[in-house]
Structures are given as C-alpha cells and as structure tokens.
C-alpha cells in the first residue's frame, strides 16, 4: 500500500513538473548571447588610423555581440529601465573611426575598404554596414570579402580566430533600419570622434520596428553591436524577442527579473558568470 502510493504521488509530481518544462521550453526563444572575437588591431593598423580619430590602439580587440534564437524568433529591442538597467563599457575606452557612425546602417558601403572603419564601433539590429548584415566569421564562405585599400587588417592574431582577410563577417543584404528612444545622449559614445568607456540607459532602447532574424539559414543569431577597445570590455543587457503571432513578445533581463513576463538570463551579462551561460567565441 506504501509503495503504491509512492507511485501515485511521484506519477502526479510528473504529471505537474512535465507541463511546466515543456512551457519553459516553448517560452524561451533566447538561447544565448555570442560574444565573437573579431578581430585584433596590431601596430600598421594604429599607425594608420592616425589620421582618422588617432585612437585605435595596437592590441585592441574589436567585439561583436550577436543574440542566438531559436527558429522563427526575432530580435525587436535592446532596453534599459529603472529597474533593470542596461550598460555597455570598457576600462579604456571605445574605438571610433571618422567615416564610421553611431549605427551600423549610417556607415558606407563604399568606406568599408577605408583605413580601419570596419573596426568602428556601433548599435545595430542585423547590420554591419549600409549594405551588410554581420554573420559571424564561422558562417561566412569568403565570398566578396572587403580588402582594404591600404593593405590593412591583416593581423592573424589567433585570438580572434579566422583571419579577416579569409573571412569577414559581412553578407550583401538589405538589413532592417533601427529605431532608438531616449539614448540620444548616451549613443554619442560611438559617434565620430567621441573618446567615452560608458553606455548605459535606464530609459531607453534601440529596437528594430518589424524584429530582425538571421539572413543565414543555418541559425538565428542577430547582430547587435561591435565594440572595439583595447581595455576590458563588460556589459549587461536586456532583450525583447518575439514570435510573430504567437503570444506576446517575450523579456529576458541581466538581473532581478520582478515581473511574470521577465525572465533572467545570465549570458545577458559579461564577461560570462560561467562557463555554462555565455559563449565566448573566436570562430576558429
């Protein structure tokens, strides 16, 4: 008699977990923020970008931060609220290019070949440039790859993985224009010129109007800013996605989630809590 209601209890503890996972599962689009290594500035490299900002240091590692959703899932914003503030800085400070922009859509396709603007940093929600998205280096088949005009950004620095010169991360498309809310000041920090370490809003967001997904068919992972700084680069953000017709758009936050919709991520913040939470990649 003990042992059948053992059974019982244990089958109707099943009966009420199992329901629970397979929502978490359903719900939960974000699978994680990629954090990829792209490239690493050496001495020719500084040297010459002395003419556009002088601030590009030898050592300096360019960063681009992707979301990694699961199928059908799109990228609609990255915020900051009181409760939940969103902050992206560096212990020196962030690389910015003359002929670069704040967001990735402004900067010219004709300029990628320019000195080290593909170095430049900025917000995006896809984008690399006017005319390309960013996929990581790993999914790029080498096909049309920049070649710069002053013979630069050709240091194989094994921590950033694949060469740039092989493979740059960049797909001819048309990538979705972003729309901003109450950064106007704090965005400034990539913008020509600008030589700021923070940014940071506890209110406001960039967002895309329609979401973004990935161009690539063999994943969905988004890109949504390139940082390049030769200091210590650390960040906390918060991710709206969505489903197009399926529910409401779903919140994933650093830390402290206070509401039923908001879920806490770990891999929202860097460097990486554990190695179980984050990817930190060089696309090798």
Known sequence: MLYSRYILKTSLTLLWILPSLLFAQVQHGLKGIIVEKYYVADAKDAAKSAKHGGKLKAGAVTYRIYVDMLPGYKFESAFGTTNHPLRIATTTYFYNNDKGGSIANSISQDHLKDNTVMLDSWLSAGAASEGNWGILKANDNGVGTIVSEQGLLQNEDTAA???????DGLLAGTPPAV??????????????????????????????????????????????????????????????????????????????????????????????????????????
Do not use: C
Not at 161 to 167: A, D, H, N, R, S
């Open 161 to 167: 993985g694949i060469p740039l010169k092989k493979q």
């Open 179 to 284: 729309t901003t809310f109450g950064i106007d000041t704090a965005i400034k920090v990539f913008d020509k010129g600008a030589k700021g370490s923070i940014f940071s809003t506890t209110y406001g967001a960039w967002a895309t109007v329609n979401g973004a997904s990935s161009p690539d068919s063999s994943n969905n992972r988004v890109l949504i800013a390139q940082l390049t700084t030769n200091g210590q680069l650390s960040f906390e953000l918060n991710i709206q996605i969505g489903k197009p017709l399926i529910g409401k758009p779903e919140q994933y936050v650093a830390r402290n989630p206070r509401r039923k919709h908001e879920v806490m991520l770990p891999t929202l913040t860097y460097p990486p809590v554990t190695d179980q939470t984050s990817q930190d990649v060089t696309t090798k």
